[in-house]
C-alpha cells in the first residue's frame, strides 16, 4: 500500500527557507492530490495546501506568500518550501494523499516530521 | 475560513463505554466531515469520511453521524487501542479546516 515519508532539516534559522519533501512508496505520485498540514504544539492542525501530480497547486491564503510546493514525478516525491520563516512556523509537518474523487479526505498520512525555527 | 469546534478537548472513559464526539461547523458543509485518529508518534490515520461513510479497515464500533454544521463520532466500546486523539476535518471548502481535537484517556 502506498506510504509517505516526510524528511528534511530539523531546525530552520529565522527568515530563512524551510523546505521538506515527501517521499512516496507503493504507488505512483501522478494522478493524485498531495497535501502538506502543520501542527504547531498546542495548537490544532492547519491545511497548507495541495499539488497535484501534474504540477497544479491550492494554497491556504493565510500562508499562500510564502509558500511553494511541487512534484517531482522522477523521484516519486513531492516538496513543501515555506520562506521568511519566523517562530510561528515551529510545527509538527505532516504529508498526506489528498483523495479528491466524489468525497474528499486525506487517506494516507506520513508520520511527520518536526520542524524548529531558531537562531 | 470554516470554523471547526469539537468538544470535549479531552475526556476519560474506561474499556467498554460508549464515547461520543462532537464537532460543529461554523457554517453549513453538507456531509463533508471526516474523522481521523492520531496516536504519538504516528500518522493519523482517516476514520470515517463523508460523514458517515467507515473507511476501509476500520472496525464497526467507529460510526459518524450529522449534517450541515452538527456531526458526532461515537466510538461504541471503546478498545484499549483506541486511547487516542480524534480529530475532524471539514473539506466542503477551502481553506480545508481543522477541529482542535479530542484526547480520549484512560479512566
Keep these: 500500500q502506498v506510504q509517505l515519508q516526510e524528511?528534511?532539516?530539523?531546525?530552520?534559522?529565522?527568515?530563512?527557507?524551510?523546505?521538506?519533501?515527501?517521499?512516496?512508496s507503493g504507488g505512483s505520485i501522478t494522478s493524485s492530490y498531495w497535501s502538506w498540514m502543520r501542527q504547531p504544539p498546542g495548537k490544532e492542525l492547519e491545511w497548507i495546501g495541495y499539488v497535484y501530480g501534474s504540477g497544479a497547486t491550492n494554497y491556504n491564503p493565510s500562508l499562500k506568500s510564502r509558500v511553494s510546493m511541487s512534484v517531482d514525478t522522477s523521484m516519486n516525491h513531492f516538496s513543501l518550501k515555506l520562506s521568511s520563516v519566523t517562530a510561528a512556523d515551529t510545527a509538527l509537518y505532516y504529508c498526506a494523499r489528498y483523495v479528491?474523487?466524489?468525497?474528499?479526505?486525506?487517506?494516507?498520512w506520513g508520520k511527520g516530521t518536526t520542524v524548529t525555527v531558531s537562531s | 475560513?470554516?470554523?471547526?469546534?469539537?468538544?470535549?478537548?479531552?475526556?476519560?472513559?474506561?474499556?467498554?463505554?460508549?464515547v461520543t464526539i462532537t464537532c460543529r461547523a461554523s457554517q453549513s458543509i453538507g456531509s463533508n466531515l471526516?474523522?481521523?485518529?492520531?496516536?504519538?508518534?504516528?500518522?493519523?490515520?482517516?476514520?470515517?469520511?463523508?460523514?458517515?461513510?467507515?473507511?476501509?479497515?476500520?472496525?464497526?464500533r467507529f460510526s459518524g453521524s450529522g449534517y450541515g454544521t452538527d456531526f458526532t463520532l461515537t466510538i461504541t466500546s471503546l478498545q484499549p487501542e483506541d486511547f487516542a486523539t480524534y480529530f475532524c476535518q471539514q473539506t466542503d471548502s477551502f481553506p480545508l479546516t481543522f477541529g482542535g481535537g479530542t484526547k480520549v484517556e484512560i479512566k
Design chain 1, 7 to 24: 524528511s528534511g532539516p530539523g531546525l530552520v534559522r529565522p527568515s530563512e527557507t524551510l523546505s521538506l519533501t515527501c517521499t512516496v
Design chain 2, 1 to 18: 475560513d470554516i470554523q471547526m469546534t469539537q468538544s470535549p478537548s479531552s475526556l476519560s472513559a474506561s474499556v467498554g463505554d460508549r
Design chain 1, 100 to 108: 479528491r474523487s466524489g468525497n474528499h479526505y486525506m487517506d494516507v
Design chain 2, 34 to 60: 471526516n474523522w481521523y485518529q492520531q496516536k504519538p508518534g504516528k500518522a493519523p490515520n482517516v476514520l470515517i469520511y463523508s460523514g458517515s461513510r467507515l473507511q476501509i479497515g476500520v472496525p464497526s
